[in-house]
């Protein structure tokens, strides 16, 4: 079973919102980093945000900074990932995960991933 689960995707047309939600199946997570991840047809995954164990970090691609906002709600083991003035560029499938470290996850790695979620977003 999935231990990460993605939701919120879909289409929206440029310079709309959109809200992913990760949820997480155990309270394991709270003692966890968290990340999201994204890859567009055809090109690599790159890093789009993270945030700290304690959640007073939060560390975001140059590409979404000041348009995206990480975020997590541990009571109810779930990141969200706010995507505001979306542009097409922004189109891929989205995937949450889950380290000890969230340097880890800022290199790109991660012990846990989502199955992804689609964001396509329109000109």
């Known amino acids: 079973q999935r231990q990460l689960v993605e939701s919120g995707g879909g289409l929206v047309q440029a310079g709309g919102s959109l809200r992913l939600s990760c949820a997480a199946s155990s309270r394991t997570f709270s003692s966890y980093a968290m990340g999201w991840f994204r890859q567009a047809p055809g090109k690599e995954r790159e890093f789009v945000a993270a945030i700290s164990m304690s959640g007073r970090s939060t560390y975001y691609a140059s590409s979404v900074k000041g348009r995206f906002t990480i975020s997590t709600d541990n009571t109810k083991n779930t990141v969200y990932l706010q995507m505001n003035s979306l542009k097409p560029e922004d189109t891929a499938v989205y995937y949450c995960?889950?380290?000890?470290?969230?340097?880890?996850?800022?290199?790109?790695?991660?012990?846990?991933w989502g199955q992804g979620t689609q964001v396509t977003v329109s000109s």
């Open positions: 995960a889950a380290d000890r470290g969230v340097g880890v996850l800022l290199q790109g790695q991660a012990d846990y």
